[in-house]
T-cell receptor
Framework: KAGVTQTPRYLIKTRGQQVTLSCSPISGHRSVSWYQQTPGQGLQFLFEYFSETQRNKGNFPGRFSGRQFSNSRSEMNVSTLELGDSALYLC??????????????FGPGTRLTVL | DQQVKQNSPSLSVQEGRISILNCDYT??????FLWYKKYPAEGPTFLIS?????DKNEDGRFTVFLNKSAKHLSLHIVPSQPGDSAVYFC??????????????FGKGTKLSVIP
C-alpha cells in the first residue's frame, strides 16, 4: 500500500509570492491534516480536512488555507509569503481522523524556503 | 503557551541500556497520547500510544507510562539500539468538539544511541 505522498519535496519562493503544496493520502483515508514544523516552534497543527470539509483549524493567519478534493487529495495554499513561513510542511492522513482508533500516517514533507 | 513540553532537547544513551524520554503537558482535556519517531528527511512515524484511562502500554521494546496526576508521560526503550537514534516527538490529543481530533506536539528530543 503506497504511503502519503507530498509534492513538491522542495520549494524556494520569495517574499510576497504565494505557494500551493499538494498531498495525496493513503488510499481509503478520508482525513488529511497539515502541520508546520520549524526549529523554534516544533510541529504545529494547521488544519484538518475530512470529506472535502475543513473540520478543524489551528491558530494560523488567514494567509494559510487549504482544500480537499473528492478523491481525498488535499492542497495547502500560503499567500503573501513571509520569511517566517520557511518551514517543513507535513501532511498526515488517517481513516477518519479519530486519533484513538486510527493513528495518522505522515508524508515526507515539503521543505519551503522563503527568500 | 506550550501545552506539551519535552524539556530535554537531546539525550545520549549507550547501546543496550535504557532510554527514557519525558514529556509534560498542561491541558487536562488531553485524553490520548502518542509518541512519534522522526528520521531526517522523513515524516514522523507512529511509535506507540496510550489512552488516558490507562497508565501503561507496552509494545516490544517500547513502553509508555502515563501519570495523569502529574500530567507527565514517559517513553522507555529497552534495550536501546543504534537504529533508535532519531528525534522523538510526544503528542497529545483532545476532542475538538467537531468529531475531529487535533494533535498538539512537543518540540522533540533527539536520541543518540552510542554503539
Amino acid at each position: 500500500k503506497a504511503g502519503v505522498t507530498q509534492t513538491p519535496r522542495y520549494l524556494i519562493k520569495t517574499r510576497g509570492q504565494q505557494v500551493t503544496l499538494s498531498c495525496s493520502p493513503i488510499s481509503g483515508h478520508r482525513s488529511v491534516s497539515w502541520y508546520q514544523q520549524t526549529p523554534g516552534q516544533g510541529l504545529q497543527f494547521l488544519f484538518e480536512y475530512f470529506s472535502e470539509t475543513q473540520r478543524n483549524k489551528g491558530n494560523f493567519p488567514g494567509r494559510f488555507s487549504g482544500r480537499q478534493f473528492s478523491n481525498s487529495r488535499s492542497e495547502m495554499n500560503v499567500s503573501t509569503l513571509e520569511l517566517g513561513d520557511s518551514a517543513l510542511y507535513l501532511c498526515a492522513s488517517s481513516l477518519s481522523g479519530i486519533v484513538s482508533y486510527n493513528e495518522q500516517f505522515f508524508g515526507p514533507g515539503t521543505r519551503l524556503t522563503v527568500l | 503557551d506550550q501545552q506539551v513540553k519535552q524539556n530535554s532537547p537531546s539525550l545520549s544513551v549507550q547501546e543496550g541500556r535504557i532510554s527514557i524520554l519525558n514529556c509534560d503537558y498542561t491541558n487536562s482535556m488531553f485524553d490520548y497520547f502518542l509518541w512519534y519517531k522522526k528520521y531526517p528527511a522523513e515524516g514522523p512515524t507512529f511509535l506507540i500510544s496510550i489512552s488516558s484511562i490507562k497508565d501503561k502500554n507496552e509494545d516490544g521494546r517500547f513502553t509508555v507510562f502515563l501519570n495523569k496526576s502529574a500530567k507527565h508521560l514517559s517513553l522507555h526503550i529497552v534495550p536501546s539500539q543504534p537504529g533508535d537514534s532519531a528525534v522523538y516527538f510526544c503528542a497529545a490529543s483532545a476532542d475538538s468538539g467537531a468529531g475531529s481530533y487535533q494533535l498538539t506536539f512537543g518540540k522533540g528530543t533527539k536520541l543518540s544511541v552510542i554503539p
